[in-house]
């Protein structure tokens, strides 16, 4: 069994979890965080990752938040891998930027922006920790076999999609649920953006805004859709998160969403 299959209980019929904040934006918040996510998830028995970014490089504006410092973020997100005893996932950049992380997660996540680059693919696969692509929102679901295959071709099997929404006009995106079942014939598992889908991007003020209020449409739409694993950002208070709190889900909804979800799997299995 991969370590990617033993994270996500694979075969047993049942969704997997990838959620966190955006960003690391202190000491002890994210530990909090994954606790509380990771005993919903118990209850209910789905299979959880923790995500939250150390760093985020791809920003609006000069003055927006990216983070308290590499080293800082990745030894939060290893204190939240040991004292809560769940996977980490965590967002790299650069080639260099693999090799650091992998030393403290067990997730490396490709942005959307960058899921073409050769380098920073093979070097993230190289390390031997499953690999999360995250679909361009400028790429079809069937161009992304060649971003699967650059990770493969090292020998790295461990690699998954994520669907976030394709580019709508200028300000906005749009779910084509069709992405799903076509990237599944990739043979990878295939994990639903909730929270990233519903951005609108490019707002006259530089900083993004979002539709939280339809988060749990799209992902009762992505499990109905048969999507393997469901990605959502999710924090204690979104309005006073200090990156992309315009579009992520109140921790204290989770728990209602999940239960919601878990019965549509079941219905369809």
């Known amino acids: 069994m991969t ?9 047993k019929g049942m969704f997997f979890l990838i959620a ?26 789905i299979p959880f990752i923790f995500k939250a970014s ?25 204190k939240v891998k040991n004292e809560i005893a769940v996977p980490v996932l965590t967002d790299i950049h650069s080639p260099a930027e693999a090799v650091m992380a992998a030393a403290y997660v067990d997730v490396l996540q490709i942005p959307a922006f960058l899921c073409r680059q050769t380098e920073l693919l093979t070097a993230a696969a190289k390390t031997g920790l499953p690999v999360n692509i995250k679909k361009g929102q400028f790429m079809s679901p069937e161009a992304m076999r ?8 090292t020998g790295n099997t461990d690699v ?28 990878v598992p295939v994990v639903l953006d909730c929270t990233h889908s519903l951005q609108q ?19 009762r739409a992505g499990i109905a859709a048969g999507v393997d694993g469901i990605f959502i950002e999710t924090h204690p208070e979104p309005a006073r998160a200090l990156s992309d709190g315009a579009n992520m889900l109140p921790l204290g909804n989770l728990n209602e969403l999940l239960v919601v979800l878990k019965k549509i799997k079941e219905a369809i299995n």
Do not use: H
């Not at 060649?146 to 071709?153: I, R, T």
């Open 146 to 153: 060649f971003a699967v295959d650059k990770v493969k071709e």
């Open 54 to 78: 150390y760093r985020k490089a791809n920003r609006s504006r000069m003055d927006s938040f990216t983070g308290i410092g590499d080293t800082e973020g990745l030894e939060i997100l290893r």
């Open 20 to 45: 966190g904040p955006c960003v690391i934006e202190d000491k002890n918040s994210p530990v909090e965080i994954a606790g509380k996510i990771r005993e919903i998830c118990l209850k209910l028995d």
């Open 201 to 219: 991007p490019n707002q006259e003020k530089g900083v993004t805004g979002g539709r939280p209020d339809l988060i749990a449409t799209i992902a």
């Open 3 to 11: 370590r990617l299959n033993e994270m996500t209980g694979s075969g």
């Open 160 to 187: 998954f999609l994520t669907e976030r929404g394709t580019t709508f006009g200028y300000q906005d995106l749009v779910v084509d649920f069709r992405g799903i079942p076509d990237m599944q014939k990739l043979g």
